[in-house]
């Protein structure tokens, strides 16, 4: 449980010392932190075998981090060096590393889902017991992808997780505004798998819901739907100009923050103290810095390998 808050506190800190470098100058394009999901991250990689892969979106590195990815490589990686987990090609946008399992994403939003089935359909195919999880995000299951995926998924008995991070907003549309139904798993009836809601600020409950998914996908009964509840507290990306949702919203949300939700479990249940949660979060602090400093001096990739990597 401890490596669990060490984790999600390694996301946050990725997040916020990479938003202020962005803010210096240092890194290109928008940036999209996941700050407020990092139980969903965290609690969903902690359930995979290191064998098991997963897909990303726009806002994908804790999500790596989950599954076991490597700070350092993560942290070039957003700053675009050749060290980076995708040899800097892929920015925060593409977090890739095969070695741990780790597929990526696509710029198509919904797209990573098929993908996700696609690996899944691999794994039944060698007859091999790996599960696949696709991470995505509310708005990405009003694309056909989602619909296309999930049917395909569940007519072939596909091991695959479908695990949406319903953070309440796509951009700047409120999930009440886009979605057809209650809830995102409402639509698990009718493509005949399992629909289970968790609150996708406990760690421990994303944990559980995915770990009896993948028991379920290992033993060849198919697919699942997972919908975490949860909430994204900073904009869309570091180009949103705000305004679209309530202060007071954001407050509420803030004071569900799944870390400081994680640190009062563990000091109930006396699995740490007060002393011991510092400690994480200055190692955590000391890591990712040590990781920027090292990203800051990493060469950026050589312009004569622009055309390495694009086809097989
Ligand atoms: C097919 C497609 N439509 C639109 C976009 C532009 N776009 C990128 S992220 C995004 C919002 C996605 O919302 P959601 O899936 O809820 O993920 P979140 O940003 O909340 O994590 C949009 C519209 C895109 N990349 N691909």
Redesign the pocket.
Known sequence: MLELLRKMIIGREIDEQTLVQKKKGNIPGAL?PAIGQEAVSIGAGAALRDSDTITT???GITDYIGKGGDVRAVVCEVFGRANGCSKGRGGHYFVNDPKVGVLGGT????GTMAMAAGHALAFQTLGDDRVALSH?????VN?GMFHEALNLASIWKLPVIFLC?N?E???TVHVSKHLSCEHVVDRAKGYGMPGVIVDGNDVMAVYEAVSQAASRARNGDGPSLIEAKTY?IPG?ATSDVGGYRSEDEVERWKAKDPITMFESVLLKKKIADSKEIESVKAAAKKEVGEAVLFALESPHPDPSTVFDYLYA
């Open positions: 999209h979106t726009h806002r710029g198509v939003v919904g995505f995000g509310d708005g990405a694309t991070q953070n907003w796509a951009l994204r869309f």
